[in-house]
């Protein structure tokens, strides 16, 4: 799955026809728990799993899967260069970054040339609303244009260290990040959200997502 919405990845065929998967070398970045890369290795593809967090490796060791699980900085890849056909990156890692071009060069490093880099992130649009999912969630409260980070802190004898930071890009700044990184933009999706989906997660509802996007994934490919 792409996201909350979920389109599925069998049905966009984002990363290629399902047959075109098998023996694919394919990175997932930011995997958490491993859920694409299991799905991956399913279809007959080679993934590497890789996350920041030994803790979400943890649970991808946990629940099981033939594939490699990295513990490493997406920002600082250590792979060699044109080591991947694909990569994928579902939520993860690029939110989270201060500086997505560093992130964007390593990947397109790290693929063959004609290498599909396919990633999805929380709309920018969602940025100007409340985090709700019901009516109150549906009028803007924030500057769409403020790219002051979201930070959770944990504050111990008064001093605050941050638990979780994620970043606000413009979907103008993250075609631009795509751009300065050496990559080609070919398309740029923002599902619907389907009648079948009744699920409320977080911000994400079917009253919310009948009227302005929650996810956006980009398509780039190295030529």
């Known amino acids: 799955m792409w996201g909350p919405e979920g389109l599925d990845e069998v049905e966009a065929e984002l990363l290629g026809p399902p047959e075109e998967l098998k023996g694919r070398d394919v990175l997932e970045i930011g995997a958490g728990a491993a859920q694409c890369a299991r799905w991956l290795a399913a279809q007959g593809a080679r993934p590497v799993a890789l996350d920041i967090s030994h803790r979400q490796l943890q649970h991808a060791l946990r629940i099981g899967g033939t594939f490699p699980l990295v513990c490493a900085d997406a920002g600082a890849l250590p792979f060699a260069d044109g080591s ?24 397109r490093r790290v693929l063959r040339p004609g290498g599909r880099f396919v990633f999805s992130v929380t709309h920018p649009i969602r940025w100007a609303f409340p985090d709700e999912p019901g009516p109150e969630g549906l ?3 924030a500057s769409y244009f403020d790219r002051t980070p979201y930070v ?17 890009r413009t979907l103008g700044d993250r075609v631009r990040d795509i751009v300065a990184s050496g990559f080609r933009l070919v398309d740029l999706v923002e599902p619907e ?24 994934v980009f398509v780039c490919v190295r030529d």
């Open 84 to 107: 991947f056909d694909l990569a994928c990156s579902a939520y993860g890692a690029l939110p989270f970054v201060a500086d997505p071009v560093r992130v964007l060069t390593e990947v």
């Open 139 to 141: 009028s803007v409260s």
């Open 152 to 168: 959770e802190q944990y504050i111990e004898n008064g001093v605050g260290r941050a638990v979780y930071v994620e970043h606000h």
């Open 193 to 216: 959200w389907p009648a079948w989906n009744t699920s409320e997660w977080g911000g994400w509802s079917p009253l919310r997502g009948s009227l302005i996007p929650g996810t956006a």
